[in-house]
């Protein structure tokens, strides 16, 4: 579902909501049902849309007056009289269906990309204003201030083949057929009529449409592509509906077929939904990889082409790379816009201040980049009052602390002397701030009550054993006297006790591993000598290594102090372990004797 825009912008995009009704201007990317929801009740002059998506509106929502509705085409910009200051509105092509676009807004309020649904490709973003593409490497002239990015498929990392690419897999599949007495296309979605006419073409026929049970996407195509539409129910191409049940179905038709002992048909369903959710199913299953360069059968006898109208997480990356944006929203709930290596990397490291954008948007006060050289028209717009309303994409970019309403559109006062605040909040992220000192927490110790621990410095653990006692000891001193300030002093008398403790506990470990390690070497050259097979030394070592090691919280062969130390520090006891080369060369040394 579209999301609401801030609501210190005089627009909305895709959204007719109560609060939505409320701006001065509304503007439509394309007609699926998902993005027209509620224009029927909350509508309000004017709707900006392609003169396409209107008549597929007209459709769906017949009550709707024609005089609404402004048209604005592929490549044409619109220049808009606000009671705030004039802005310009830019069409551009969004590769999704048919009469979707982009709408670029340009005005005080900064530059703003909101993509409505789409498909990022070359194609599609080379006719963006050349001050917007970076080049070689670099960023581009003009940054946009914010993208509203379409980020349906943002989450799934495998390449997803070009629409053209798709459509040739469904005519493959079809060659492949040459028996079967008819082609079920599930191409009922507005979006996927390239494909009926791309098969049109190629055999040669036209396509069958049931006007009683698929009466919504008869018209469509009526208005869409009406050459290819056939009134036949014998035509061997037939547009089947994808829902509900298509396996139930399928698995009825193909019964049939074989108990009339006819050839089985052709079941194509294009769809990039099917392989998202087949590749999360099979994501434990690392041998099993789905192809996407050819079409798949699944265990129904379903034929499944990856045909997408959404980018890919590889597409989103490489647009947002090229078009360098200063903030990245995503206008659909599946993804949130953090979950790109772009954002993350570009886009929350920052702060805000006064000359930031987010300010501005909310503000409205901001110079904009020059204007785009395309066909311009002026639309006038009567005075009309803004309600304050908070919507879901506000809630995120509004900063705290702000300042009280001083316009009749909201009016945001930069903090003055308050540390600057993060445009999504450093706390969601888990980032420290410089400006602020680290946080204190208080704890209760036996030697001391009241400590204040600093929660960027952790005492260092002693892990290895082998390392010399005085230097171990020296480490742990420093680390003390690093972490702990205490608010009572802790008594002299109590820190030389522990001290002392500390210094026999080393002592006590010392001399334990010096015996163990004599032990050991008596033994081994005590049977030098002996003539014993490679496997008893494999033997002996697997004994002694052994021997030697021991599970966590194991503390045989050392002191009480030892172990308490360690345990207080909640840390395993060290396992102090034999030496790889000796052993080696003590099974050279039985190899030669």
């Known amino acids: 579902m579209p999301i609401e825009m801030p609501k210190g912008l005089p627009f909305s995009v895709d959204t007719f909501s109560a609060s939505s009704k409320r701006k001065r201007h509304h503007f439509l990317t394309h007609a699926h049902k998902d993005h027209t929801s509620g224009i029927s009740s909350h509508f309000s002059y004017p709707?900006?849309?392609?003169?396409?998506?209107?008549?597929l509106v007209f459709l769906h929502y017949p009550q709707l007056d024609d005089s609404l509705f402004v048209g604005i085409e592929v490549g044409e910009s619109i220049v808009i009289n606000d009671p705030n200051g004039e802005f310009q509105v830019t069409a551009f092509d969004s590769n999704h269906c048919p009469g979707a676009v982009m709408f670029l807004f340009e005005g005080s309020f900064g530059n703003i990309l909101h993509t409505g649904d789409c498909r990022l490709t070359p194609e599609c973003l080379q006719n963006l204003p050349e001050k917007y593409i970076g080049r070689k490497g670099k960023e581009p002239q003009c940054r946009f201030d914010y993208v509203f990015l379409d980020c349906t498929f943002g989450r799934f990392s495998r390449s997803l083949p070009s629409k053209h690419s798709a459509i040739r897999q469904v005519i493959n599949c079809?060659?492949?057929?040459?028996?079967?007495?008819?082609?079920?296309?599930?191409?009922?979605?507005?979006?996927?009529e390239e494909i009926l006419t791309s098969v049109s073409l190629t055999f040669g026929s036209k396509i069958y449409v049931d006007k009683a049970n698929n009466a919504d996407y008869f018209q469509s195509l009526t208005i869409i592509a009406p050459e290819i539409l056939s009134e036949d129910p014998t035509s061997r191409f037939r547009v089947f509906d994808g829902f509900p049940k298509l396996s139930e179905r399928a698995t009825i038709m193909f019964a049939e077929a074989q108990a009339n002992f006819q050839h089985e048909p052709v079941i194509i369903r294009p769809s990039a939904m099917w392989y998202v959710c087949e590749e999360e199913r099979l994501e434990t299953d690392s041998r099993r990889k789905i192809r996407f360069n050819e079409a798949i059968k699944d265990q129904f006898g379903i034929w499944h082409v990856c045909y997408s109208m959404h980018s890919s997480r590889e597409e989103l990356e490489w647009a947002l790379k090229l078009l360098a944006p200063k903030r990245v929203v995503s206008t659909t709930p599946s993804c949130r816009a953090m979950e790109l290596d772009y954002v993350r990397k570009h886009c929350f490291d920052s702060y805000i201040n006064p000359d930031d954008s987010l300010w501005k948007l909310l503000d409205i006060d901001m110079e904009p980049c020059p204007q785009v050289n395309s066909p311009v028209k002026t639309v006038a717009c009567s005075p009309m009052v803004e309600v304050s309303t908070l919507t879901c994409v506000e809630s995120e970019l509004r900063p705290i602390n702000?300042?009280?309403?001083?316009?009749?559109?909201?009016?945001?006062?930069?903090?003055?002397?308050?540390?600057?605040?993060?445009?999504?909040?450093?706390?969601?992220?888990?980032?420290?701030?410089?400006?602020?000192?680290?946080?204190?927490?208080?704890?209760?110790?036996?030697?001391?009550?009241?400590?204040v621990v600093n929660e960027m410095k952790q005492v260092v653990l002693i892990q290895n054993t082998n390392e010399d006692s005085e230097n171990r000891l020296q480490n742990e001193l420093m680390a003390?006297?690093?972490?702990?300030?205490?608010?009572?002093?802790?008594?002299?008398?109590?820190?030389?006790?522990?001290?002392?403790?500390?210094?026999?506990?080393?002592?006590?470990?010392?001399?334990?591993?010096?015996?163990?390690?004599?032990?050991?070497?008596?033994?081994?050259?005590?049977?030098?000598?002996?003539?014993?097979?490679?496997?008893?030394?494999?033997?002996?070592?697997?004994?002694?290594?052994?021997?030697?090691?021991?599970?966590?919280?194991?503390?045989?062969?050392?002191?009480?102090?030892?172990?308490k130390l360690y345990r207080s520090m909640n840390a395993p006891v060290p396992k102090p372990l034999p030496s790889l080369v000796e052993l080696r060369n003590a099974i050279k040394r039985s190899r030669r004797i």
Not at 47 to 55: A, C, R
Not at 179 to 191: E, K, M, Q, R, S
């Open 480 to 563: 003390e006297g690093s972490a702990l300030q205490c608010k009572k002093l802790v008594t002299t008398e109590t820190f030389e006790e522990r001290l002392e403790n500390k210094l026999d506990a080393v002592q006590t470990v010392m001399q334990s591993e010096e015996m163990r390690w004599d032990t050991y070497h008596e033994y081994r050259y005590e049977n030098k000598q002996a003539d014993e097979t490679t496997m008893q030394c494999e033997n002996l070592t697997r004994k002694e290594t052994n021997k030697c090691s021991y599970s966590i919280g194991y503390s045989k062969g050392y002191s009480d102090n030892f172990r």
């Open 174 to 192: 079809i060659w492949k057929h040459p028996n079967a007495p008819v082609v079920y296309l599930t191409c009922d979605l507005l979006g996927q």
């Open 47 to 55: 709707i900006y849309s392609t003169h396409l998506t209107k008549s």
């Open 402 to 451: 702000v300042s009280s309403c001083k316009k009749r559109l909201l009016t945001l006062s930069p903090p003055s002397k308050r540390p600057p605040v993060t445009l999504f909040g450093r706390a969601r992220l888990s980032l420290h701030d410089p400006n602020f000192p680290p946080e204190e927490k208080s704890i209760s110790t036996r030697d001391n009550p009241l400590c």
